[in-house]
């Protein structure tokens, strides 16, 4: 069968990563791993953000607050729809892994495909949230319903997948791997998080969109025409270095693995296997609870309706230890270890969410529980998500097989996708089916605030206990050094077998360095050289200054190390 990508665009020069060293880059992680990724995090994360919300609104403008028996009937709808798009996304998965192990191509197996799904998400943001209230009648639920299906299919799919993998790919290093997968975690948790988490909950939801439902596509579109540039910044500045070394060891084609083997490998690897255990536990709390547990939690537990500063309040409370994470977390885990300070965090996840539910309505234990419970997720937003990069390691050590986003992922994500369809949109078509539909001056009955209070508080104790309970048993990173010496005996030996030239990583950084250093004197010189030329000075003179500064800087460098 002939090789997907193997001839075309991505095969041009124009189109190679800028990422050119053998180590992670600055540029590399700052503009591929920080920044870049921040586009399809506004889109794919906005439209998770709102979507749920707007749905309940757009129920109230169409048949009135007082129409119980619609709001029930549209809950029951949302709820089909959305184990429908679920189970959609189970053949979405499988696609994935097909286009993934039968792609060849001189940019990966997984960038090209991040690029041309990326531009499917940017549409399908772009158009999700047009033509509300009766513009279109009863059609509009075909035209919405359609595109939220899309969303959970060819628009988020391969944006989950690449974002849980690129990180492995990117780098055999195990302290890159973990600062890459730290700085990604930053770009997704704590910037994004500001951006959506606070500043959509504090002051976009409750002081526009829940008055103008019109907002959510004026907010859409722009979120989408932001992330066009960003999406190729992130395509640019990464790359996957693994696939590359994958592809020049083995002699047989990685595209023809049987599955039967990838599935030995990986559920014959108990890390992998634990860690999938856990993330499955999360992405069923994560799918039933949805985006908007938090905000109605606040609204009618807290007094947010009655006073919209609540929101705020409760944001920079309990959202501190996010900001405080960004620098403590990643030192922490070089200290203690991932393994450890997740075990920690989820122990007070568990004390926090108990805590907030037992005292559900009373503003300091419910504050305190917060803070709690946020401290408690700042490993697993941060750093946990490296643990499955070891994994992978371990699964390639111990089978000779590199099986990110292959078929047999594929069909493990797929079972996955098919667990988490019952709980889909549940938060949402629960609080519907008993009448409640969000409106403006609408109070939920006690049977809604309980369930609200129990969404919230409940599923988070029970992810936080299976944690607890099954990480201690991932002790891979003790086996880090063993690994990572066999699979660099590996690669040597491929080399070597191709009669090439072998360089130790250690010598390859080192001239990386070096010439990096000696093109950025070059360029230097050349800007001087055009400068003096510009404004009449003497290069020698202005050189000779410059020069003398960088001594200086050197010397009071050295004294400042001898002290």
């Known amino acids: 069968m002939k090789k997907l990508l193997s001839r075309g665009l991505f095969e041009k020069d124009f189109m190679n990563s800028k990422a050119t060293t053998n180590s992670v880059s600055t540029r ?5 791993h920080l920044i870049g990724p921040l586009g399809l995090v506004f889109v794919v994360n906005t439209i998770a953000a709102l979507v749920e919300k707007f749905f309940t609104q757009q ?8 129409n119980v028996a619609m709001i029930q009937q549209m ?5 089909i729809v959305m184990t429908a798009a679920k189970v959609l996304a189970v053949g979405m998965g499988l696609l994935n892994g097909w286009l993934i192990q039968h792609t060849e191509s001189r940019q990966g197996r997984m960038r090209p495909w ?3 799904f990326g531009f499917v998400s940017i549409i399908i943001g772009c158009l999700i949230f047009l033509f509300p209230g009766n513009t279109l009648g009863e059609a509009y639920w075909y035209y919405f319903f359609f595109l939220l299906i899309c969303y959970h299919t060819v628009g988020s799919c391969y944006f989950y997948l690449f974002r849980d993998t690129i990180c492995s790919l990117t780098t055999r290093d195990p302290k890159e791997k973990t600062h890459i997968q730290f700085i990604r975690k930053m770009s997704w948790t704590l910037l994004s998080g500001i951006v959506i988490g606070m500043v959509f909950n504090m002051v976009v939801l409750p002081l526009w969109l829940e008055k103008d439902i019109m907002g959510y596509a004026i907010l859409m579109v722009t979120m989408s025409l932001i992330a066009i540039p960003l999406l190729l910044l992130e395509y640019f500045y990464t790359r996957e270095r693994i696939t590359e070394d994958v592809t020049l060891e083995h002699e047989r084609d990685e595209t023809r693995i049987p599955l039967k083997d990838q599935m030995r490998a990986l559920l014959g690897n108990k890390y992998f296997v634990i860690l ?9 709390v994560d799918n039933f609870k949805g985006g908007n547990v938090q905000y109605f939690y606040i609204k009618f537990m807290l007094g947010g309706a009655e006073n919209p500063l609540m929101y705020t309040i409760y944001q920079v409370v309990t959202g501190v230890p996010l900001g405080i994470g960004a620098f403590a977390i990643y030192p922490l885990a070089k200290k203690v270890g991932i393994k450890n300070l997740t075990v920690g965090g989820y122990a007070l996840v568990l004390i926090g969410s108990i805590m907030g539910w037992m005292f559900p309505d009373q503003m300091i234990p419910a504050m305190v529980g917060g803070f709690l419970r946020n401290v408690g997720w700042l490993p697993n937003a941060y750093i946990f998500a490296t643990l499955l990069c070891f994994a992978y390691d371990s699964v390639e050590y111990k089978s000779h097989m590199r099986l990110e986003g292959m078929m047999g992922v594929a069909v493990i994500t797929a ?3 098919l667990i988490y369809a019952p709980f889909a949109g549940g938060f949402e078509s629960t609080i519907l089916r008993l009448g409640f539909v969000d409106v403006e001056g609408v109070i939920p009955s006690v049977e809604v605030t309980n369930f609200m209070t129990l969404s919230f508080y409940l599923f988070d104790a029970i992810l936080a206990a299976v944690v607890v309970i099954l990480l201690p048993f991932v002790d891979v990173e003790k086996k880090l050094p063993e690994i990572n010496a066999e699979l660099l005996r590996r690669k040597k030996e491929a080399v070597l077998a191709r009669g090439e030239e072998w360089i130790d990583p ?3 950084e080192r001239l990386d360095i070096q010439r990096a250093e000696a093109e950025r004197e070059a360029n230097r010189i050349a800007d001087l050289k055009a400068h003096c030329e510009k404004k009449g000075l003497d290069f020698d003179a202005e050189n000779a200054k410059y020069l003398a500064k960088q001594e200086a800087k050197r010397i009071k460098a050295e004294r400042k190390t001898r002290k």
Do not use: D, K, N, R
């Not at 590399?28 to 591929?32: I, S, T």
């Open 28 to 32: 590399e992680w700052v503009l591929g």
């Open 59 to 66: 129920t109230g403008a169409m048949y009135g607050a007082q």
């Open 75 to 79: 809950g029951g709808v949302y709820e």
């Open 114 to 116: 991040h690029l041309i």
């Open 276 to 284: 999938i255990v856990i993330a499955t536990v999360s992405g069923i």
């Open 415 to 417: 079972l996955q996708a």
């Open 506 to 508: 250690e010598e390859q």
